[in-house]
């Protein structure tokens, strides 16, 4: 009996106008305080034979029609924002190799305003036009998205790679996790590439966590976001944390300990980027929809740009001052603007209370 054979043109081409597809959308979960921080949508071909997204990529590709698909895709999943629950983010994936191609940029050009969209790069074939990858990159970064890099840890190229796309989010991919509960090496280099992140302004995303002892290695090493299947599968609605990893995120110890910038914070007024300034506070914090901070006004200094400003509130006092003595002299004066595990705004710590804490004063 001979297997039937497949028609790809005819099947891309209903892929390609919807016809058979579906998009699902996985949990992102905060490790530290156990709830959904967002969700990486996905797409599925559930009215076809073949069923493996990456085949179905590797022939869209082949047969000169990627782009095309990866638009799809992208569309399904920022059509999906609207019903996002609230305070969670959407990571969405483009491959780097069309992010410069008219369909993928029609697409983000139609959504409009892109807070809380994370733009992942899944990087599987050769790119050559670096300079108009980092142009399309800064369009999304001013559009409002956050950009996110994958199979972090994988040598020297995946870090310089890093180094030129600056990244909001690194993922640690799922030949990293896999058993890093069991090897002593996988753990160092998680270490690591999070602190590397950290002096990056970037989040620490792991992803293909199938086993509890993974989960809760990863928990121990300070990891803020989590996602694979023990956490929760890809579902066409929105999922929350499966049972089993709800326990055990309930058992971890709580890391906010008391050396940690949580115990230091202040709370100067919140506003919008296109609000007026409240100009009798000596800082002002500017923020998002979505309460992600974009910007700082001082009073002395006048408008202060955040890159190296951003830092996870459960990180250690001596830790946080390393990394603002390493921030340019300029900005040294600026305070750490503190953020939770979704890059949420939760308040600020200026340098002298941190230094004056740190050298053994009443917090």
């Not at 000169?64 to 999943?77: E, S």
């Not at 509890?212 to 290695?217: Q, S």
């Not at 409240?278 to 923020?287: A, G, I, K, P, Y």
């Not at 300029?330 to 209370?353: F, K, M, S």
């Amino acid at each position: 009996m001979h297997r039937k054979k497949l028609d790809w043109e005819a099947m891309l081409s209903g892929a390609i106008d919807a016809v058979g597809v579906q998009v699902v959308f996985q949990p992102i979960v905060d490790v530290a305080r156990g709830t959904v921080a967002g969700y990486e949508s996905l797409i599925r071909f559930p009215g076809y034979e073949v069923r493996n997204p990456e085949t179905w990529f590797a022939a869209a590709h082949e047969a000169g029609v990627g782009a095309d698909l990866q638009a799809t895709a992208l569309r399904l999943g920022l059509q999906a924002r609207a019903q996002l629950p609230r305070n969670t983010f959407l990571s969405v994936n483009v491959g780097p190799e069309v992010l410069t191609d008219a369909a993928v940029r029609r697409v983000f050009a139609e959504a409009g305003r892109l807070e809380g969209v994370v733009v992942e790069l899944t990087e599987h074939y050769d790119v050559d036009d670096l300079d108009g990858i980092q142009a399309e990159l800064q369009r999304l970064r001013e559009g409002g998205a956050l950009i996110a890099v994958d199979d972090a840890g994988s040598g020297y190229a995946g870090l310089s790679r890093m180094l030129m796309l600056r990244p909001s989010m690194i993922k640690l991919d799922r030949e990293l996790v896999s058993d890093l509960d069991h090897s002593e090496a996988k753990r160092a280099l998680v270490e690591m590439v999070g602190t590397f992140a950290g002096r990056m302004d970037a989040w620490l995303l792991a992803e293909g966590i199938e086993r509890e002892g993974e989960l809760r290695a990863l928990s121990s090493l300070g990891v803020p976001l989590a996602q694979g299947f023990y956490l929760g599968r890809p579902n066409p609605a929105w999922q929350g944390i499966s049972e089993p990893a709800g326990r055990t995120l309930v058992e971890q110890p709580a890391r906010s300990g008391p050396r940690t910038l949580r115990r230091l914070l202040e709370h100067p007024p919140v506003t919008r980027p296109d609000s007026p300034a409240l100009s009798e506070e000596d800082v002002v914090v500017l923020c998002d929809q979505d309460s992600r901070p974009v910007g700082l006004l001082d009073s002395s200094a006048g408008p202060v740009p955040i890159a190296g400003l951003l830092i996870n509130v459960d990180t250690d006092w001596s830790q946080a001052a390393l990394r603002a003595i390493t921030r340019p002299a300029g900005d040294w004066p600026a305070p750490l603007i503190c953020t939770d595990n979704a890059g949420r705004y939760v308040g600020i710590v200026r340098i002298p209370r941190l230094i004056h804490a740190l050298a053994g004063g009443k917090a």
